[in-house]
């Protein structure tokens, strides 16, 4: 990467001319620093006053004035000969280039003051800069390579508890892992910079850090979840006085709203957050909102309206010169173009995104040369379908971001079949089943489960075939039911449109019309084809019929030997706790009632009662009182039948890992006041037996519980930060009680390694 040739042509100059002297300034600040210039009697204190000037020529876009007084800085660093100067000389070199936009330039700049900060032994400079070049490898889209950047400064700011800047970095590292569609590590460090955000007042960093963990609940599709933290930052932004980050929940909660069919409240929220952004003139994210309505509109086969909302927005960014939004609509336009099944046009936008990317400074393409192989395979040019969709292929092993790569897979799949290379085919429907799996893309996994099983099939590997099978039947259906849903609320939304048409952009009914009747033409030659598929599928589906019968009646027969084992082991338990409440008894208070008994007798049968022995009968009375007490607690809590719940579990965490030296966070959202008796008692000892787990097994410091409910289901969650578990770990009794209890009551239970280390215990019950 080669430095601009600017700079050392204007030191050149800088030395024939010998003493360097500043371009005369047109401000008032330029004009102080100018005079203070001419009163500096040391090259240190002229070098700092270079760098000033500079910043103040890129502040007005002055490109050139501010290089020249970078070269006269670079002149004095050269002087001084000191690895300090020369990082600062550096560092704003690339500030410079950052502000001109001047990719190839920023990364050597930095480079170097890198090198120079960590030749002076100034480690909070080398860190400045290392902060600049992560948030420049995130905005490029290398993303593993941001992500060893931010981790080098979390630990930086940890040793010298710089609380917020570690918020910073953890936010930036969540961002990374959800930009790259690893969804779990977005979620953990999300909470993290949460968790150590809420001890100091930063309600914008705690807000980013609720945004990362929203996405990461939207990407896996539990919605309710990601409206929760969405809606939960817009306070937050209000405090802030920031209406650009309630602008931009609204638009979070409008794309979470519309993912769930909830078209009219998306379109209400969008329109929201449109306001926000006009009444900052914030411009460039209306048209990002106009490119949201239209995703709608493809989304239900309406891709005259959505073409027409993209190019919309495509108005915008060519007026802005906006590059980036340029490859995005561009993009937009050749997809829907694709899917109606307009070649010609979709061809024309493909390639307008994929020379912009291509002549981009890093090349990363995000779907864009994806876009044009499709494009290739649906026009029968098979030798450059492959040579785009490789580049797809290639960008997500540059850059890491894996959103695309289910659809690059299946094509590449697709491409080797139709070649007669099936192994080669199976490779690929095999990468695009994993991705799509990955990314929680139902869609997709039933596309590559359905190529894998007919692979398969055509292989004669008839039992992996049937798992792919039943794979396709699962998702095809869930994707059915997914799109019912979706076309159900959007048919209720059009009768809703006309509240909220005044605020978007009419359609244009005769083109609307004529291109409509194009799609039902094309729909009508899908459904003939569709229909002889459709009689295919019947004859394998009776082929198939009888095995699938018998493997779901030996799954039901597994699946009875199961139930009767958890039931056996919730039998044992209930045993095992009799036989200790009842040693207790015959140990404690038993034993204790019998002395109190030969103690009464024996002053009844004294002729004087002496006042020692009615005090030692009255204490062991007292005793006896407080273990009965004790044991009936144990069968049923106070806490639990007085106060409810949440002051129950609190007890036991309090009672039992405060106690151990542990350290515990409590969270509850969105309870009711009180539960059934059976799910409240359930709830308890589960918790019960997870705290003893823990204390037993877990070597931990702290431990995190969490009760909330969403929809229809209560959730009790605790995860500790021990030496963990084994991915498939053996069920002792105590394990095997969780999941019989949870069952019992219709929930789940499942106990699993942490994210990063530790165990996770999640229990839902039905309410």
């Known amino acids: 990467?080669?430095?601009?040739?600017?700079?050392?042509?204007?030191?050149?100059?800088?030395?024939?001319?010998?003493?360097?002297?500043?371009?005369?300034?047109?401000?008032?600040?330029?004009?102080?620093?100018?005079?203070?210039?001419?009163?500096?009697?040391?090259?240190?204190?002229k070098l700092r006053l270079h760098l000033a000037m500079a910043k103040e020529w890129w502040a007005e876009a002055d490109w050139e004035k501010s290089a020249l007084q970078l070269a006269a800085a670079r002149h004095l660093a050269e002087k001084l000969d000191d690895p300090y100067w020369w990082g600062e000389v550096s560092f704003h070199e690339g500030l410079a280039a950052q502000e001109a936009n001047d990719r190839p330039a920023i990364r050597a700049y930095f480079d170097q003051a890198m090198q120079h900060f960590s030749q002076a032994g100034d480690q909070e400079k080398e860190m400045s800069v290392l902060s600049e070049l992560a948030q420049l490898n995130y905005y490029e889209g290398s993303y593993d390579a941001s992500i060893l950047n931010f981790h080098r400064l979390y630990a930086y700011y940890a040793d010298i508890r710089d609380t917020m800047e570690m918020t910073w970095a953890l936010n930036f590292i969540s961002g990374n892992y959800e930009a790259k569609g690893i969804n779990d590590s977005a979620m953990a460090y999300g909470y993290r910079a949460r968790d150590l955000v809420r001890a100091i007042d930063a309600p914008i960093d705690l807000a980013s850090s609720l945004?990362?963990?929203?996405?990461?609940?939207?990407?896996?599709?539990?919605?309710?979840?990601?409206?929760?933290?969405?809606?939960?930052?817009?306070?937050?932004?209000?405090?802030?006085?920031?209406?650009?980050?309630?602008?931009?929940?609204?638009?979070?909660?409008?794309?979470?709203?519309?993912?769930?069919?909830?078209?009219?409240?998306?379109?209400?929220?969008?329109?929201?957050?449109?306001?926000?952004?006009?009444?900052?003139?914030?411009?460039?994210?209306?048209?990002?909102?106009?490119?949201?309505?239209?995703?709608?509109?493809?989304?239900?086969?309406?891709?005259a309206e959505a073409i027409d909302y993209y190019q919309e927005a495509l108005?915008?960014?060519?007026?802005?010169?906006?590059?980036?939004?340029?490859?995005?609509?561009?993009n937009n336009i050749g997809s829907a173009y694709l899917e109606a099944g307009r070649l010609d046009s979709a061809r024309k936008y493909a390639l307008m995104s994929y020379r912009l990317v291509e002549a981009s400074d890093h090349s990363c393409f995000d779907g864009e040369a994806g876009l044009l192989g499709k494009y290739y395979y649906e026009a029968g040019k098979l030798d450059s379908a492959r040579h785009y969709t490789q580049q797809e292929v290639e960008a997500v092993k540059k850059c890491g971001n894996r959103t695309f790569l289910p659809m690059s897979a299946y094509v590449m799949g697709r491409i080797y079949q139709d070649q007669g290379q099936a192994q080669q085919a199976r490779y690929w429907f095999e990468q695009s089943y994993a991705s799509a799996k990955e990314t929680g893309r139902l869609e997709a996994q039933a596309e590559a489960a359905q190529a894998l099983y007919a692979s398969y099939k055509s292989a004669g590997q008839t039992e992996k075939a049937l798992g792919f099978l039943e794979i396709y039947q699962w998702t095809s259906d869930s994707v059915f039911n997914q799109n019912n849903t979706r076309q159900l609320a959007w048919m209720e939304a059009t009768y809703q449109m006309d509240r909220v048409a005044d605020s978007l952009q009419a359609v244009q009914e005769q083109e609307a019309l004529a291109f409509e009747q194009e799609i039902s033409q094309q729909r009508r030659r899908i459904g003939q084809i569709l229909l002889g598929g459709l009689v295919l599928g019947v004859l394998t589906g009776i082929y198939f019929f009888y095995l699938r019968k018998r493997r779901k009646l030996e799954m039901e027969k597994t699946l009875l030997e199961e139930k009767n084992h958890r039931y056996q082991a919730v039998i044992e338990a209930t045993e095992e706790e009799r036989h200790r409440i009842a040693k207790d008894l015959h140990d404690g208070v038993v034993q204790q009632m019998g002395a109190i008994q030969l103690g009464l007798r024996r002053l009844m049968e004294a002729e004087k009662t002496p006042p020692q022995a009615l005090e030692e009968i009255h204490q062991l009375s007292i005793n006896t009182a407080q273990e009965t007490r004790q044991l009936s607690h144990q069968m049923m809590p106070r806490a639990l039948m007085e106060m409810g719940l949440v002051p129950a579990l609190r007890e036991v965490a309090d009672g039992m890992l405060n106690r151990a030296g542990m350290e515990v966070a409590f969270e509850e959202f969105g309870l009711q006041e009180r539960y059934e008796m059976s799910v409240e008692i359930a709830l308890y000892r589960i918790f019960q037996e997870l705290v003893q787990n823990i204390l037993r097994h877990a070597e931990a410091r702290s431990v995190s519980v969490q009760l909330y409910q969403t929809g229809g289901q209560l959730h009790l969650m605790v995860e500790d930060d021990g030496i963990g578990i084994s991915p498939a770990p053996e069920r002792g009794l105590g394990l095997e009680n969780i999941v019989s209890r949870a069952e019992v009551l219709g929930g789940t239970a499942t106990i699993e390694p942490g994210p990063q280390q530790g165990t996770v215990a999640q229990i839902s019950i039905p309410i």
């Open 1 to 45: 990467m080669s430095l601009p040739t600017r700079l050392p042509l204007l030191l050149i100059i800088s030395c024939l001319c010998g003493s360097f002297s500043p371009v005369a300034a047109q401000s008032p600040v330029l004009d102080s620093l100018q005079q203070a210039w001419s009163q500096a009697s040391t090259d240190t204190g």
């Open 211 to 303: 945004n990362n963990i929203g996405f990461a609940y939207m990407e896996q599709g539990i919605y309710d979840s990601a409206l929760q933290y969405f809606r939960a930052a817009i306070p937050l932004c209000r405090k802030a006085k920031r209406p650009d980050g309630e602008a931009i929940f609204m638009q979070n909660i409008g794309i979470v709203q519309s993912r769930a069919g909830q078209f009219v409240a998306s379109l209400q929220s969008y329109l929201r957050s449109m306001f926000l952004y006009d009444s900052i003139a914030a411009y460039s994210q209306v048209a990002d909102l106009k490119t949201n309505i239209g995703i709608i509109h493809k989304r239900h086969g309406q891709y």
């Open 315 to 330: 108005a915008f960014d060519l007026s802005e010169a906006d590059t980036s939004g340029l490859i995005a609509q561009y």
